[in-house]
């Protein structure tokens, strides 16, 4: 089972950030979070993880709260080409083997 | 370079027939997984290859499904006497080993949609 909670669906304007929470209260010392999304009619891609430091890339920031319990990913700019379904993952650094992916958040960005 | 590709990437099939599905990972990528997923459902883990060996095959629904993969590349995931209910996006991902200090991305490819009429 995922050991994550997130929202279905969200909307965001275009041009705004894009804060897609997500819980996951049982999460383990060694579980780090992670984020992929996946846009219509392709594979999911990754976007970013985190251990308990905040974390940013190009495409994302990640702020994880300091009891661990929950975590948002953070899309600065919005556009069109970010809608997509969201996927947060908690899972052990490095692991080999399958990913574990729940329900995850649609997020519809409105022109 | 080339991403995971997946092939055919549509594939409409009679109940009672067998099909076949074809990964090829990214080159070098020793671990290869398949996935599908079902209308409006999230992605169902099936099988998980290291090299040729397949250390989980937990998620592989009944024995109707098997997968293989050879000389470390290539894979084929087969569907013996297919169900309507088998009718689903079949991905395939690729990563590097895990190691002490990357981490080892699942990379996915584009799909195949099966239908089973």
């Known amino acids: 089972d995922a050991k994550t909670t997130q929202p279905p669906s969200m909307d965001c304007a275009e041009g705004r950030a894009a804060n897609l929470p997500c819980n996951h209260s049982?999460?383990?010392?060694?579980?780090?979070v992670y984020w992929y999304r996946q846009i219509h009619s392709q594979g999911p891609q990754y976007i970013i993880h985190?251990?308990?430091n905040n974390e940013t890339n190009e495409m994302a920031s990640l702020i994880i709260t300091e009891d661990r319990k929950s975590s948002t990913l953070i899309l600065p700019h919005a556009t069109l080409r970010d809608t997509a379904v969201y996927y947060c993952?908690?899972?052990?650094?490095?692991?080999?083997?399958?990913?574990?992916f729940g329900k995850g958040t649609r997020l519809h960005i409105l022109p | 370079g080339a991403g995971v590709s997946q092939s055919p990437s549509n594939k409409v099939t009679e109940k009672g027939k067998d099909v076949e599905l074809r990964c090829d990972p990214i080159?070098?990528?020793?671990?290869l997984y398949w996935y599908r997923q079902s209308l409006g459902q999230g992605l169902e883990f099936l099988i998980y290859?290291?090299?040729?060996?397949?250390?989980?095959k937990s998620g592989l629904p009944s024995d109707r499904f098997s997968a293989e993969r050879t000389g470390g590349s290539v894979s084929t995931l087969t569907i013996q006497r297919t169900q309507q209910e088998d009718s689903a996006v079949y991905l395939c991902?690729?990563?590097?080993?895990?190691?002490?200090?990357?981490?080892?991305?699942?990379?996915f490819g584009p799909g195949t949609r099966l239908t089973v009429l």
């Open positions: 991902a690729s990563s590097l080993e895990a190691g002490d200090s990357s981490y080892n991305e699942q990379f």
């Open positions: 049982t999460i383990s010392g060694n579980e780090y």
């Open positions: 985190g251990l308990k």
């Open positions: 993952i908690v899972r052990e650094w490095n692991r080999d083997d399958k990913i574990i």
């Open positions: 080159s070098g990528h020793t671990a």
């Open positions: 290859f290291q090299g040729n060996s397949a250390p989980d």
